[in-house]
């Protein structure tokens, strides 16, 4: 069970806990003020990229200083998890809104507008503060090319969206503003998503690993390796004198992409609190 559960949800999965989605939270100014900074300034996280650049060219005795210090302040303002697509499914059961809007990061990694993150709450859609919020701001990006703001959507259709990302090899992750609110759901790559190249490229944890570990059974496995091509992490290898493919579990993020592209259903996904190797990796 990772921190976040324990300091968030009670031991249980602190994102299926309702009052991490509460719209009483959004009443905190501090919080209201830090997302229409987030919502306002996308520029702003690439310049945290390049924080993070020079950071690691600092000596290792002054990173092993920073760090932690820059990690805490992370967790407590905005950071992430992995979270495979039956756990998103609970989640959007547990809603009463749904919009989906541009994507933040995509916008000051690539300046386009790509739609890969939603918002979700459980009040009807006229009392969706963080919908109201985001609207108020009145940030240029919500209005692009499509110049379509918030989509309101269903359950429903929302499930089909997280399934068509899943199909294209994005990994679902959930998102505080002020941790514990969770504002959001994002679909993330390794190409585009700044997060995941904090987290990857540049050792800085701004997303955590899932609950979970993927896990092969190798009398189903066929050798075809279209699991390892899709996963993020560089998590899966083959073995070439096996003819089967493998999971490291010391890479391994859970996020359940490889069983998508696995046509024999050779892949499951496994809790990581049984796992010797995984339990702590977080």
């Known amino acids: ?16 806990q309702a009052q991490n989605y509460s719209q009483d939270l959004l009443s905190d100014l501090n919080r209201r003020r830090f997302i229409e900074h987030f919502f306002k300034n996308p520029e702003m996280l690439e310049k945290s990229q390049e924080k993070l650049d020079y950071l690691n060219r600092l000596p290792s005795f002054v990173r092993s200083i920073l760090t932690p210090f820059l990690l805490k302040r992370q967790k407590r303002n905005h950071y992430g998890q992995v979270v495979p697509l039956e756990d998103i499914q609970k989640i959007l059961e547990m809603a009463n809104s749904v919009v989906r809007l541009p994507c933040v990061c995509r916008k000051a990694s ?47 259709e929302a499930l089909v969206q997280f399934r068509d990302l899943e199909s294209k090899g994005l990994c679902h992750t959930v998102w505080t503003f ?7 759901i994002c679909n993330c790559d390794r190409s585009d998503c700044m997060a995941m190249q904090s987290t990857l490229k540049r050792s800085f944890s701004v997303m955590f690993r899932a609950e ?30 096996r003819e ?19 046509t024999n259903g050779a892949i499951v996904l496994n809790d990581r ?9 977080w």
């Open 1 to 16: 069970m990772c921190e976040f559960c324990h300091r968030h949800g009670e031991g249980e999965k602190w994102y299926l």
């Open 110 to 156: 690539l300046g386009t507008e790509e739609r890969y993150c939603y918002g979700v709450s459980m009040v009807p859609p006229e009392e969706f503060k963080l919908g109201q919020v985001i609207r108020s701001i009145d940030a240029d990006y919500l209005n692009g090319p499509e110049a379509r703001g918030l989509e309101t959507l269903t359950t429903g």
């Open 178 to 184: 002020l941790t514990p609110f969770i504002g959001g």
């Open 212 to 241: 979970y570990v993927a896990g092969v059974n190798p009398e189903l496995c066929n050798g075809c390796r279209k699991c390892m091509r899709a996963c993020q992490f560089g998590a899966i290898s083959y073995s070439a004198a």
């Open 244 to 262: 089967k493919a493998e999971v490291d579990l010391r890479r391994c993020y859970g996020c359940g992409i490889c069983r998508s592209y696995c």
């Open 273 to 281: 609190s049984a796992s010797p190797i995984a339990s702590r990796l």
